[in-house]
């Protein structure tokens, strides 16, 4: 019923109806696609972005820490300090003296680390020697926080809650003992490194790439140290509670995670910090990392909308006007019928109506031709026959190739795509050949090079290829691709159907007579007998397209000479 229902409507409305089917239809599917691509693509982006930005983050951070613990292993190793700490005199103008020294010896080891404040504490004996602003004694030090909670730990970082009050908020300490060189259990004095926590803010807020998002470290007793950004702390709730995930453990994903928290979708990731007791924490909401994404797809969805819009009122226009002169033709051919002969089509277009219209005034003119037009037919009928066959050769190569560099891409092997690109194109480049159906045997065997090539990309060290050609034969002319057929067919069913996969292939070219080139293409696969080679030439075997390279250049060979 729908079939006789279309077979009745008028020429424009089947036209419209081909063009929502075949022009809008697809348009509608492709912005679908690409709207589902771009968001992918943009979120991918996005999730990379977040993740190096972290990393270098977390790299920097690190270094600067290092950078601490190599002025401490300066100053807990220093001689001169380590000699006076040891020393049991109370001799107050040795004292007095020594204050300077060591003065001038913290300040020389700070340098231009302005971030950095060292302080130390020496035994109490030597109480005269104490400035109250970079060297104090031991007992100052027993009873504090930052202390207490270093137990035995080589290196230990103070949050800013265990450190006095004026440093809350500001200093981050590293703490660790002075012992003596000949005894590591005696204890000579004790080094604290304040460290800026806003220069480590100023570190944490680079992983932080969104405005919503916080990066904090907690320590291993669960303390936030320091933070990006103190307020979306608070907006994200991460101070009165947070998930467990985000909790301090020394194995971590080292990915970008999504999970929900706080009523909302967030995306976190969290590694250790080396040479600490901290975990650096990112925690990003997913509408942040979504804002980029959503504004890309309106502004897909409102150019493909107006794209549709407009290719509706041109294509109705055009259709409208195809048809007007379609209905004219035909118009004309009733008065033809009608017996009436006195008509002549005028015509300024050249496209295919003008064509009809042409033909029209033209038909008797065009019989008187008919002769020579056919005979040019039966030459362009072998011409067409020669390059069908060519169109013929193997076209999933083609198709492989583009899904070995579609997977070499997704491994990022960058220059094994650029090699297999520019093979594959001077590759197709030689089968246009310009539109020639002949070229010379050196483009023939360059040819066969790009395609061993690609080859040699895909199966890396499994095919050996050998050229043996007399240079004298290299100018002659040849059918195009009449020998990367034959090497592939030897690849695919001789040396893949080896059990190792493994093999050789041989191309030999020499001058046989003076008009007469003989190719040979060798290989060391399983090889065939000659009845079988005989059913493939003749057609009456098919056997996984093995029989089609082979028919294919002997037809156009045969077509050729």
């Known amino acids: 019923m729908l079939k006789i229902k279309f077979k009745n409507l008028s020429l424009k409305k089947k036209m419209l109806l081909f063009y929502v089917f075949s022009i809008i239809l697809p348009l509608i599917i492709v912005s679908i696609v690409i709207y589902t691509e771009v968001s992918k693509s943009m979120s991918e982006k996005v999730r990379y972005s977040a993740t190096r930005s972290y990393e270098q983050a977390k790299d920097y951070l690190e270094y600067r820490m290092l950078q601490a613990i190599y002025l401490s292993d300066m100053v807990v190793t220093n001689s001169t300090i380590k000699n006076y700490l040891g020393k049991n005199s109370q001799d107050i103008h040795e004292q007095l003296a020594m204050r300077e020294v060591l003065q001038r010896t913290l300040q020389s080891m700070e340098g231009s680390k302005q971030y950095l404040d060292i302080k130390i504490y020496i035994p109490n004996h030597l109480s005269d020697t104490r400035d109250g602003e970079r060297i104090f004694v031991m007992k100052e030090a027993w009873a504090q926080s930052w202390y207490t909670h270093k137990r035995n730990s080589k290196v230990y970082f103070a949050p800013d809650l265990y450190l006095e009050k004026e440093f809350s908020g500001k200093k981050i300490a590293l703490v660790r003992d002075i012992v003596r060189e000949d005894n590591y259990q005696n204890r000579i004095g004790i080094l604290r490194i304040d460290i800026d926590e806003d220069d ?3 570190t944490l807020e680079n992983a932080a790439v969104t405005p919503g998002a916080v990066t904090y470290l907690v320590n291993e007793e669960n303390i936030v140290v320091a933070t990006s950004n103190d307020a979306q702390m608070t907006a994200l709730g991460l101070w009165e ?17 999504k999970c929900y928290f706080g009523g909302q979708n967030v995306y976190y990731m969290a590694a250790s910090i080396q040479n600490t007791d901290w975990d650096m924490v990112t925690v990003i909401p997913e509408s942040d990392l979504m804002n980029d994404v959503l504004r890309v797809q309106v502004m897909v969805f409102a150019v493909m909308g107006i794209f549709i819009i407009l ?3 041109v294509g109705t226009m055009i259709i409208s006007r195809i048809v007007r002169r379609i209905e004219y033709l035909v118009g004309s051919m009733k008065t ?3 017996g009436n002969l006195n008509i002549h089509l005028k015509n300024d277009c050249s496209d295919e109506i003008g064509v009809l219209y042409d033909n029209f005034n033209t038909m008797i003119e065009r019989t008187s031709d008919l002769m020579d037009a056919q005979y040019k037919m039966g030459q362009k009928l072998k011409s067409a026959e020669l390059k069908a066959l060519q169109s013929q050769i193997n076209p999933h190569f083609l198709y492989n190739t583009l899904d070995m560099i579609n997977w070499l891409a997704h491994a990022g092997r960058t220059g094994e795509i650029c090699s297999a690109v520019i093979a594959l194109s001077k590759y197709y480049r030689l089968i246009l050949n310009k539109g020639e159906d002949m070229l010379t045997l050196e483009k023939e065997l360059n040819h066969v090079s790009y395609y061993m090539k690609i080859q040699d990309i895909r199966y890396p060290g499994k095919i050996t290829f050998i050229q043996d050609i007399d240079s004298d034969i290299l100018d002659g002319m040849v059918p195009k691709i009449i020998l990367q057929p034959l090497v592939e067919n030897a690849i695919v069913h001789g040396i893949f159907e080896k059990k190792g996969k493994q093999g050789m292939i041989k191309i030999t070219g020499w ?5 007469i080139i003989c190719l040979t ?12 080679l005989r059913h493939i030439m003749d057609g009456t075997i098919r056997s996984s397209g093995s029989s089609y390279g082979v028919r294919n250049v002997n037809a156009r060979i045969g077509l050729v000479f």
């Open 311 to 313: 290719t509706s009122i």
């Open 336 to 338: 033809v019928q009608e």
């Open 521 to 532: 293409v060798e290989d060391d696969g399983i090889g065939m007998d000659e009845e079988t």
């Open 200 to 202: 480590i803010a100023t």
């Open 241 to 257: 509670e947070r998930k467990a995930s985000f909790l301090h453990k020394r194995q971590w994903d080292n990915e970008l995670i």
């Open 511 to 515: 001058l046989e007579s003076e008009n």
